[in-house]
């Protein structure tokens, strides 16, 4: 018997995510130095220096196991909130929240129905546990199709996943479509609604899903320190929910999944109020500078509640970027083959990733002209 025929059949079928290329590697492969990378919507300004200042505080106690229940941060963010301390769930990254659903509610034979495109996670932790991922296509201006997505629930279906804005188009909906999305759902599927860029939302009427708790209990927001907060690297996010889901997905949960470091930075950022002001103005002007530079250049993009944007620029301008030292997403295997998505940097990498994709196109103009 081979190793293969030990593994669990939805193991052996699952396809690895692919994250954004490292700068380090391009670098390397190369022999460049001065790459950027708009790729994996990571803040441009870096991490709140009151989180890092947190960090070089603990690190002297990583002898120790961290709070299991993360009772600082626990306390902070249910003050924040306006939720109960009972409702918070953490996880190493929100992908972590996400997993622990998947574990909680989903077996072999189970569905579970989200957007797509929409992010890789989603079928990676609904296959993770045997389930069966119940995609249901984007309209095509790239919104949510909520009526087709209310139609997908059968009874079989365990969890519906929604991602408010959608990743990796940048585009939401709002309060009304949210709620006759929800009134036409039956109360005993669990409805994860993810918000990893709820920060960064400029719509004013941006659904509240967290009143939702109060008469519909199997739900449950997903938040992440990752997005606006600048701390990917220490790998924190968490989930919002009734105290019951709470209790169950508590569980599944590992009791030191949330490391030292990880929880003494999120209460730092958490209180970093002029870093988060300042990566929002940056974000908001740069968003709008590459849409309308793109524009400039006969690129359609998409409206972005979100820190990128959603550009069909074609399939080849992701390879021959890399070339030019410039990193971004590729989004095919998404079924958007002639799009990519570009996060939006500092000014100047914005400008620098405009002018690139300005030389490329005359270049291939050029070429055309001599064919
Ligand atoms: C980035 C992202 C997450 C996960 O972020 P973590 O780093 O795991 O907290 C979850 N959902 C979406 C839509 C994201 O874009």
Redesign the pocket.
Same mark, same amino acid.
């Given at each position: 018997m081979s190793v293969r025929d030990l593994v669990k059949p939805h193991i052996r079928d699952l396809a690895p995510y692919k994250p954004g290329k490292p700068m380090e590697e391009l670098e390397r492969e190369l022999g460049i130095s001065n790459s950027i990378k708009l790729a994996s =919507?990571e803040n441009p300004l870096g991490p709140s220096p009151k989180a890092v200042a947190a960090i070089r505080e603990a690190a002297d106690q990583i002898h120790r196991y961290p709070d299991g229940a993360s009772f600082k941060l626990r306390s902070k963010l249910a003050a924040r909130l306006g939720v109960g301390e009972d409702q918070l769930v953490f996880g190493t *990254? $929100?992908?972590e929240v996400l997993e622990l659903i998947a574990k909680t509610f989903v077996g072999p034979g189970d569905e579970v129905v989200f957007p797509w495109p929409s992010?890789a996670?989603y079928p990676i932790v609904v296959t993770g546990m045997g389930g069966t991922s119940v995609r249901v296509p984007l309209k095509a201006d790239l919104d949510h199709d909520l009526d087709a997505m209310a139609e997908a629930v059968t009874d079989r279906t365990r969890v519906v996943m929604v $991602?408010n804005p959608n =990743?990796p188009t940048g585009v939401s909906f709002g309060a009304e479509a949210f709620a006759r999305f929800v009134s036409r759902l039956p109360d005993d599927v669990v409805l994860a609604i993810?918000e %990893?860029?709820f920060e960064f939302v400029r719509r004013t009427d941006f659904p509240d899903a967290t009143k939702l708790l109060a008469t519909r209990p199997a739900t449950i927001v997903?938040r992440?320190?990752?997005?606006i907060y600048g701390i %990917?690297g220490v790998?924190i *996010?968490y989930g919002i929910t009734s105290p019951e889901v709470a209790s169950y997905l508590e569980r599944a949960r590992h009791p030191f999944n949330v490391n030292l470091l990880a929880e003494a930075a999120a209460v730092a950022a958490l209180d970093d109020e002029e870093h988060l002001r300042r990566t929002l103005e940056l974000n908001t002007t740069g968003g709008d500078y590459l849409r309308e530079e793109l524009g400039k250049l006969g690129i359609e993009t998409w409206p972005t509640d979100s820190n990128f944007v959603l550009a069909r620029a074609g399939a080849d301008v992701y390879e021959a970027l890399l070339h030019q030292g410039v990193i971004i997403r590729p989004m095919s295997g998404f079924g958007l083959d002639d799009c990519v998505r570009i996060s939006i940097g500092l000014p100047e990498e914005n400008e620098r990733l405009i002018k690139a994709i300005t030389e490329l196109r005359a270049a291939t103009d050029a070429e055309g002209d001599a064919a």
């Amino acid at each position: 018997m081979s190793v293969r025929d030990l593994v669990k059949p939805h193991i052996r079928d699952l396809a690895p995510y692919k994250p954004g290329k490292p700068m380090e590697e391009l670098e390397r492969e190369l022999g460049i130095s001065n790459s950027i990378k708009l790729a994996s =919507n990571e803040n441009p300004l870096g991490p709140s220096p009151k989180a890092v200042a947190a960090i070089r505080e603990a690190a002297d106690q990583i002898h120790r196991y961290p709070d299991g229940a993360s009772f600082k941060l626990r306390s902070k963010l249910a003050a924040r909130l306006g939720v109960g301390e009972d409702q918070l769930v953490f996880g190493t *990254g $929100c992908d972590e929240v996400l997993e622990l659903i998947a574990k909680t509610f989903v077996g072999p034979g189970d569905e579970v129905v989200f957007p797509w495109p929409s992010f890789a996670m989603y079928p990676i932790v609904v296959t993770g546990m045997g389930g069966t991922s119940v995609r249901v296509p984007l309209k095509a201006d790239l919104d949510h199709d909520l009526d087709a997505m209310a139609e997908a629930v059968t009874d079989r279906t365990r969890v519906v996943m929604v $991602c408010n804005p959608n =990743n990796p188009t940048g585009v939401s909906f709002g309060a009304e479509a949210f709620a006759r999305f929800v009134s036409r759902l039956p109360d005993d599927v669990v409805l994860a609604i993810d918000e %990893a860029y709820f920060e960064f939302v400029r719509r004013t009427d941006f659904p509240d899903a967290t009143k939702l708790l109060a008469t519909r209990p199997a739900t449950i927001v997903l938040r992440t320190f990752s997005k606006i907060y600048g701390i %990917a690297g220490v790998r924190i *996010g968490y989930g919002i929910t009734s105290p019951e889901v709470a209790s169950y997905l508590e569980r599944a949960r590992h009791p030191f999944n949330v490391n030292l470091l990880a929880e003494a930075a999120a209460v730092a950022a958490l209180d970093d109020e002029e870093h988060l002001r300042r990566t929002l103005e940056l974000n908001t002007t740069g968003g709008d500078y590459l849409r309308e530079e793109l524009g400039k250049l006969g690129i359609e993009t998409w409206p972005t509640d979100s820190n990128f944007v959603l550009a069909r620029a074609g399939a080849d301008v992701y390879e021959a970027l890399l070339h030019q030292g410039v990193i971004i997403r590729p989004m095919s295997g998404f079924g958007l083959d002639d799009c990519v998505r570009i996060s939006i940097g500092l000014p100047e990498e914005n400008e620098r990733l405009i002018k690139a994709i300005t030389e490329l196109r005359a270049a291939t103009d050029a070429e055309g002209d001599a064919a």
